[in-house]
Nanobody, 124 residues
Framework: QVQLVESGGGLVQAGGSLRLSCVLS????????MGWFRQAPGKEREFVAF????????SYVDSVKGRFTVTRDNAKNTAYLQMNSLKPEDTAVYSC?????????????????WGTGTLVTVSS
């Protein structure tokens, strides 16, 4: 059974930092590209960050470039999203996902499996 479990969300003041973790079980992370997505209240889910299976290629939505960093530790089957200089508009449920790169899709990852998400709330 494939499971993706996120952790590290919480309440933080604007300008603060959080690091989200995503632990994969039932598969090996180095067989997949992965991504982070978020869904704010009343809004559609949006792509946030992409990390290739090797970890060598990353991409980000423009609104988080320079503030968020996606990494992975394949030995721990874990991916991370370091979020700095957080803004109230970053408030959302953040979910990780694994899949394959998609160069003709709206998002850079075609998702095979989703995590359940962790809530990040940024206060002003």
């Amino acid at each position: 059974q494939v499971q993706l479990v996120e952790s590290g969300g919480g309440l933080v003041q604007a300008g603060g930092s959080l690091r989200l973790s995503c632990v994969l079980s039932g598969r090996t992370l180095n067989s997949y590209s992965m991504g982070w997505f978020r869904q704010a209240p009343g809004k559609e889910r949006e792509f946030v960050a992409f990390n290739s299976w090797s970890g060598n290629r990353t991409s980000y939505v423009d609104s988080v470039k320079g503030r968020f960093t996606v990494t992975r530790d394949n030995a721990k089957n874990t991916a991370y999203l370091q979020m700095n200089s957080l803004k109230p508009e970053d408030t959302a449920v953040y979910s990780c996902a694994i899949g394959v790169p998609c160069y003709s899709c709206k998002d850079p990852l075609r998702v095979d499996y989703w995590g359940t998400g962790t809530l990040v709330t940024v206060s002003s």
